[in-house]
């Protein structure tokens, strides 16, 4: 197997979710002993990155975020579409959509508090579709 789709149901406003056991699963269950996967989520204000997942940092990189691109601020993008979700996409935008993770002997080459996240930036719950992929 070198493709999967996980679907991770996510709040608003920030909202992770550890993604390193399924990928890590993954892996150990691909046909390859050596190489890397991709990590992407599906839609523009999702994002995956790397963090020392615990309460502490769950809670300070959303607010972190917030006072990179408020939500609070004024952007064109409301004008578009008529929603509210402006900063979403500029956080998303700036985390970004992907990881490329390399594995040596079936195992994630992350650091010892190096958890891999999907966050959802955007202003409502979203059901988010990450795809895996073994390179």
Known sequence: MSFKTIEVELN???DM???TPEIQ????DSEKK????????VGSTGA???IEYEPGLKKDFPRIMDKIAPYSDYYEHHETWHDDNGSSHV????????????FMNKKLMLGTWQQVVVINFD????RRKIILQIL
């Open 12 to 14: 608003a406003h920030g």
């Open 17 to 19: 979710k550890d993604l």
């Open 25 to 28: 699963k993954f892996v150990k």
């Open 34 to 41: 050596n190489g890397a996967v991709l990590v992407f989520v």
């Open 48 to 50: 995956v990155t790397t």
């Open 91 to 102: 956080k998303a935008s700036i985390v970004g959509p992907s990881l490329l993770i390399p």
């Open 123 to 126: 202003t409502r719950p979203r």
